[in-house]
């Protein structure tokens, strides 16, 4: 399906992304690296070809931009100010952006193992620096993701490993997991994903056992689905398969590259407050982990939003 037809087509609908491993390492590309004589988009030096084919969220570099965080190491369970600036390659600051889904710029994170969640919107100062509260919910290593468009730029979307200090004790999702509760709702995932090719999920909100029919626009659209997948750290947009509506029912056409397993988080309001559902589900085909050695309960992690 044309990417460009559906942006058009759903200009300004919630969007789904594909996102970071919790086994993966990041893989970092070059600021400028190696660039094409005539590799310059709107006066910024582009990375090489190798470089810029990577998919979105893999490096901490790309289209000429840099995600700089201001700090690489964060408390657990205790809100501290987390800051960053987008760069150039030429050292520069990037002060003017594109709204996109209402913001300019989205910033979602999530533990390594899947766990712990959060889709946050930071604000920035006129220097250019980006600044949220943070309370990360327990000791581990986190996946960054800065999705953002500079005025007259490439959309893009960095990626970088912020660590909280303390025992590790990774979460495991290793079943399928279609329902998930949260403030009294409960929302269900169905349909399959496919490989390589493009498939329908549908998500239904329920409240008290009641179709929820009167969901609130969050971003623009009915919620905001995110899925990360274990294999990489690729971050790749979809858009609806329908226009905004009411619900109970929101509908996607996700088109995964590869097998394996996945974690989703759908965020949707209702009655003035934003939600998160978290499901796992895998591919078509997909075995279950073999368990070796100890093994660790499974279970999921408390919601994170920060609206």
């Known amino acids: 399906m044309n990417t460009a037809t559906k942006v058009a087509a759903y200009a300004g609908a919630l969007a789904i992304v594909f996102g970071g491993a919790w086994a993966a390492g990041a893989a970092v590309g070059p600021v400028g690296g190696e660039t094409k004589p005539d590799a310059m988009e709107h006066g910024v030096e582009q990375p090489a070809s190798a470089a810029s084919k990577l998919p979105p969220g893999l490096s901490v570099a790309d289209n000429g931009y840099a995600l700089n965080l201001a ?6 369970q205790t809100q501290q100010s987390f800051s960053f600036k987008i760069g150039t390659a030429a050292g520069g600051t990037v002060t003017e952006f594109a709204v996109e889904h209402e913001k ?12 712990g ?59 399928d997991t279609r329902e998930s ?12 994903l496919t490989a390589g090719a493009e498939s329908s ?24 689905l995110v899925a990360l997948r274990a294999a990489d750290l690729a971050y790749l947009h979809v858009h609806p398969q329908d226009g905004p509506g009411a619900g109970p029912d929101v509908k996607f056409m ?6 394996g397993r996945y974690r989703l988080f759908l965020d949707f309001q209702h009655e003035g407050k934003v939600r998160t559902a978290e499901f796992t589900i895998a591919t078509a085909g997909t075995a279950a982990p073999q368990p070796t050695g100890t093994t660790t309960p499974k279970e999921e992690d408390g919601h994170g939003h920060g609206g």
């Open 71 to 76: 700090q690489t190491t964060l408390p657990a």
């Open 104 to 115: 300019k710029l989205h910033l979602v994170l999530v533990r390594r193992d899947g766990s």
């Open 117 to 175: 969640f959060q889709h946050v919107h930071p604000e920035m100062a006129a220097d250019g620096t980006w600044s949220v509260p943070l309370t990360l919910p327990a000791a581990g290593s986190y996946r960054v993701f800065a999705d953002f468009k500079p005025e007259n730029g490439a959309k893009t979307t960095l990626g970088a490993d912020i660590q909280v200090a303390g025992a590790y004790e990774p979460k495991q999702f290793d079943e």
């Open 181 to 192: 509760a949260v403030d009294g709702y409960v929302v269900r995932l169905a349909g399959d």
């Open 201 to 224: 999920v549908t998500v239904t909100v329920t409240k008290d056992g009641k179709p929820v029919t009167d969901l609130q626009p969050y971003l623009g659209a009915n919620g905001h």
């Open 254 to 259: 996700v088109e995964v590259p590869t097998a």
